[in-house]
């Protein structure tokens, strides 16, 4: 009986060393920086040049900063006539207020704690936010493009649209059947539909961002006249375009992440002057998907993580799991999309140098959660526990597009693993319907 034990408990140690090992491994050559693309000296000159800026929905409001890693601390109050609340204290430049009224006016303090940044602020509410809708595969796949010269494949990958009326899509290849440490360009597609006829595909451009390094999952949105594109891995890189066809890389623009395992980074406008950044990460032993803010797309800050995993998740990869976040704004409401891949304990990783996945249907497993406000999609234990979990899609990787009216999503992916497609990106109408709510039951 004594023997059996020590043998489990030897047995159950092994497991516990090797899951840390592969995990520390993994992280070795991964740098972080809290501070992100904001050098220290700039911060008195960031702060003056944006003070807090707000944004506010329904029923919250949403101020953010650059924040001073100096000052630690800040504490934010509501002022209400000549009274004063206290609501909480960030380390971060954002904090998140809930509850309040719709079409309200509210006033705010920020202060640094024991520094000299002090900012009021005044905001406004709008209409009530609507209830959940729940989006759905509306139509069967169609192929969209599939490369030749500059690759055998499409993973990630990105949706624009050009001056010209021409779609561009961008994305992760290589020759082969996939293979993550040779994905150094992305190919390139044009066409004049997004949602071409059967029979008809996106023609083959040259490929775009072959800049001497990995290059994986770009994001691409236009702002200020020019098109950025936004790509990882482990850091976040970053391109311009004048025209959407010629890229250059932005060198001295890169920065490192918060958090571990970056990648498949996506930026959203969320008011004017105000931006969003979501990321793959993994935060600990869990998987995350991290939020980034920035004023001027040149300065980017960590503020936290929009959506949070934990005990009773179904997965929690050493490279983490949430991954292809893509977020999309409807009637009012916050929409985030996960591909929901990797599974948990060391040997996955080591399958996946292999080109063993074991559970080939989850690597289309995409979870897509609902929100009121941009910043915040809460905790994911699992899909047996109560969260902001909506919808589950059977597609590896989607972008979602808006078109005339009608929502769109893709599927794409590694051939070798791939079960919705053989290398192509293939695109389907996205719908939505109201969400189903239980009866209370009748005692």
Known sequence: MKKSAVIAGIGILLLLILEVGVRVVIDLPAETDFYSSVKRAEIPELQRRFGVMMNAGGTWVHLGWIADPESGRYAVSRIDGGRETALGETEYGSFLIRGLAPRTSYTFRVRALGGRFLRIVNAVTVGPEGPAAVPFIATPWRPLFMPSRAGDYINDHTLYRTDDGVWHLVGITSHGQGDYSKEVRFAHGTGRRLFPPAGEAMTEADPVADFGHLAWAPHVLREKGKFHMWFSPHRCYVATSDDGYRWREEKGMEFLPANPQFRDAMVLPVAPGQWLMYATARDGYYSTVDLYQSFDLAHWQYIGAALRTGLGCERAGA??????????????????????????????????????????????????????????????????RPSSLVATLRAHGPEYVREGGRWYLTTAGWPWMASLTRGEVAIAELGWRERETKAPRRR
């Open 319 to 384: 490279q983490a799991s949430t991954e292809s976040p893509f977020v999309m704004r409807r009637d009012g409401r916050y929409y985030l999309s996960v591909t929901y891949n990797n599974d948990s304990f060391f040997w996955n990783p080591l399958l996946l140098t292999l080109k063993v996945w074991l559970d080939r249907e989850s690597y289309n497993d995409t979870l897509v959660f609902s929100s009121a406000n941009p910043y915040d999609f809460g905790m994911y234990r699992g899909r047996s």
